[in-house]
């Protein structure tokens, strides 16, 4: 069975950098593609970019200028940078895996998720 | 188009049939996959592609597209499928993956 996890700081001051990883059990992350995603309490779903094992990655147009996603296939990880952050990034934020084809993608299954706030 | 559209909120009475609806121009060349959500969970995925079913999700589930329109049909609605519900496809352009706004499911 698949399982993600979510780590790091679970607070994090404004203008700093957000850092979160992802550990996968269960599959190697060198099949399929691995992503990011939030939530802001209350609100909708927010996809945040992906990884290939090989390095290539793709982000979301709101949030490239900002943000970057590495693969450490050693530890079977991948991590999240999200820099000079506001309160506007305050969200649970989740990892998921993506499967994606020519005419359909899905995300299964994703970890539990972690909140981090910003704050000072 | 850039979004994925969906109503706010949808109620339906236990045991009836109730559609969930996303609207973009990005579906009528990509199907949509559907996430349900209970309060404090991670989303589960519900439907993908055409109308295909994660396992141990109950057949009651289903999807379909027309147009640019992608709907989630629960036949026979359960007290237990109260949720907000996501659909997640690409945008027109097919560059970029999207989430619709949801929709929270009230079965009364």
């Known amino acids: 069975q698949v399982r993600l996890q979510e780590s790091g700081p679970g607070l994090v001051k404004p203008s700093e950098t957000l850092s979160l990883t992802c550990t996968v059990s269960g599959d190697s992350i060198r099949s399929f593609y691995w992503s990011w995603i939030r939530q802001p309490p209350g609100k909708g779903l927010e996809w945040i970019g992906y990884i290939y094992y090989s390095g290539r990655t793709h982000y979301s147009s709101s949030l490239k200028n900002r943000v970057a996603i590495s693969a450490d296939t050693s530890k079977n990880q991948f991590s999240l940078r999200l820099s000079s952050v506001t309160t506007a990034d305050t969200a649970v934020y989740y990892c998921?895996?993506?499967?994606?084809?020519?005419?359909?993608?899905?995300?299964?299954?994703w970890g539990q998720g972690t909140l981090v706030t910003v704050s000072s | 188009s850039s979004e994925l559209t969906q109503d706010p909120a949808v109620s339906v009475a236990l045991g009836q049939t109730v559609r969930i609806t996303c609207q973009g121009d990005g579906l009528r060349s990509y199907y949509a996959s559907w996430y349900q959500q209970k309060p404090g969970q991670a989303p589960v995925v519900v439907i993908f592609g055409k109308n295909n079913r994660p396992s141990g999700i109950p057949d009651r589930f289903s999807g379909s597209t027309s147009g640019n329109t992608a709907s989630l049909t629960i036949t026979g609605a359960q007290a237990e499928d109260e949720a907000d519900y996501y659909c997640?496809?690409?945008?027109?352009?097919?560059?970029?993956?999207?989430f619709g706004g949801g929709t929270k499911l009230t079965v009364l």
């Open positions: 998921a895996r993506l499967v994606d084809t020519d005419f359909y993608s899905w995300f299964d299954p």
């Open positions: 997640n496809s690409r945008d027109s352009s097919r560059n970029f993956l999207l």
